[in-house]
């Protein structure tokens, strides 16, 4: 843990030389990003640093998590925008699993920093919850313009590869620090990160895990939504080899600009392309290898342990699709779950996105994705569960509907 904390801070203070000393001559910022990343980092770093002091105090105050198991945690994986995020709020339903939360992600990595702000949040409660009030108003006026891409509120289920921002490793960061090898490695974890660091990183997540889990109740099974964990396949499944995966599929002709599109507006703010022109073809590269990484790490993994579905088949029957992933991975679907999927289901027929893209504005044609990653695509979607029959959907409809009614 202290040597990734001294790495840690030497990476931010190597990130900060290079904005101001580019490797490269010509290279340097924009006065639009030199601007905005003279502000943003050191608000960062400071967060960064409130992480690390929570880490700290839980090694005094609270080492048992580390005696905490991560039994048989659930990982939801796949490409970027093919259905991870609604899979997994759906999943989050379920009694059995305890999963992060975005204030979670954001504010509170530690125990320490847990247990002081579910305290504030008693408090709150106490008094009529005037500073809930407050954080509800704040974040419709801040997130409310992210709902067509993906919809945040500080309630919400969310990645918990923000575990690893106080490591500075979320590729995330790539839209601020595309000049930093590192970040780039996080987005080919399983091929291009070194060994000692690929192993310190991952001691570091399971220690996440842990803590979440002395928090929320040991005997809860961990539920992880991670689509920035696909270069993290192989690794995720050497560090837990009791885990299930699920993973989420979706046509590369309708991932690709859809993420790219998604990150648009943080490409825009941090006038990243001024300093990285070819970071959007670069990114496509990069998910060419998340098809290609998944389908390595679990092309032998047991049907028990691994089951793949796309998302027109979450989009079509929600409730079907649920149900054959439970089966196959032999999970206990109860009558609670079952009558929170009934409504869940209706909202999902119901669903239509706001968020609009296409191959053209980023100079791509399905002709040359299709050669590159269709034949991939085909043959990972053959592994995907099929949907029961016209009869048997109308039969499990009918003790769906009775189980709301």
């Known amino acids: 843990m202290l040597r990734l904390f001294v790495e840690s801070q030497v990476r931010i203070l190597s ?99 847990r247990r002081f702000w579910l305290g504030v949040g008693w408090l709150d409660a106490k008094v009529g919850r005037p500073l809930g009030r407050l954080l509800n108003w704040s974040e419709g006026k801040l997130l409310g313009g992210m709902a067509e891409v993906h919809r945040m509120s500080l309630g919400d289920p969310e990645e918990d590869y923000f575990a690893l921002m106080p490591a500075l490793a979320c590729f995330i960061l790539v ?94 703010f941090f006038d990243a392309l001024s300093q990285a022109p070819d970071l959007r073809s670069r990114l496509t590269e990069q998910l060419g290898f998340y098809y290609r990484n998944l389908d390595q790490a679990f092309s032998t993994t047991p049907e028990n342990r691994c089951v793949w579905v796309t998302m027109s088949t979450l989009k079509k029957d929600l409730g079907a699709a649920i149900g054959r992933i439970y089966n196959q991975l032999e999970l206990d679907l109860s009558t609670e779950f079952r009558s929170r999927l009934a409504h869940q289901e209706a909202h999902s027929r119901q669903y239509r996105s706001g968020h609009r893209y296409s191959l053209e504005q980023y100079g791509l044609t399905q002709e040359a994705i299709e050669r590159r990653l269709g034949g991939l695509y085909a043959k990972l979607s053959k592994r995907a569960i099929a949907l029961e029959s016209a009869p048997e959907a109308k039969a499990r409809r009918a003790q769906l509907e009775a189980l709301v009614t």
């Open 15 to 113: 990130l900060a030389f290079r904005l101001l000393v580019p490797r490269k001559a010509g290279s340097r910022a924009s006065l639009k990003r030199l601007t905005v990343l003279l502000a943003f980092m050191p608000l960062f770093a400071v967060v960064q640093l409130l992480h690390w002091a929570g880490f700290l105090l839980d090694e005094i105050l609270f080492p048992a998590y580390r005696r905490v198991e991560v039994r048989a945690p659930l990982f939801v994986l796949g490409v970027p925008r093919s259905g991870t995020t609604h899979l997994h709020r759906v999943l989050a339903e379920d009694e059995q699993y305890t999963t992060f939360s975005t204030w979670e992600c954001f504010f509170a990595l530690s125990v320490t920093a």
């Open 175 to 268: 839209l601020p620090f595309a000049h930093s090898d590192f970040v780039w490695h996080m987005g080919t974890f399983d091929r291009d990160m070194p060994e000692g660091e690929r192993q310190r990183l991952m001691h570091f997540y399971h220690r996440a895990l842990q803590r979440h889990l002395y928090v929320h109740g040991p005997d809860k099974r961990l539920l992880s939504k991670n689509a920035a964990f696909a270069p993290l396949a192989h690794a995720l499944r050497d560090r837990f080899p009791d885990a299930r995966f699920m993973i989420c599929l979706r046509e590369p002709t309708r991932t690709i600009p859809s993420q790219l599109s998604s990150i648009e507006s943080g490409i825009r």
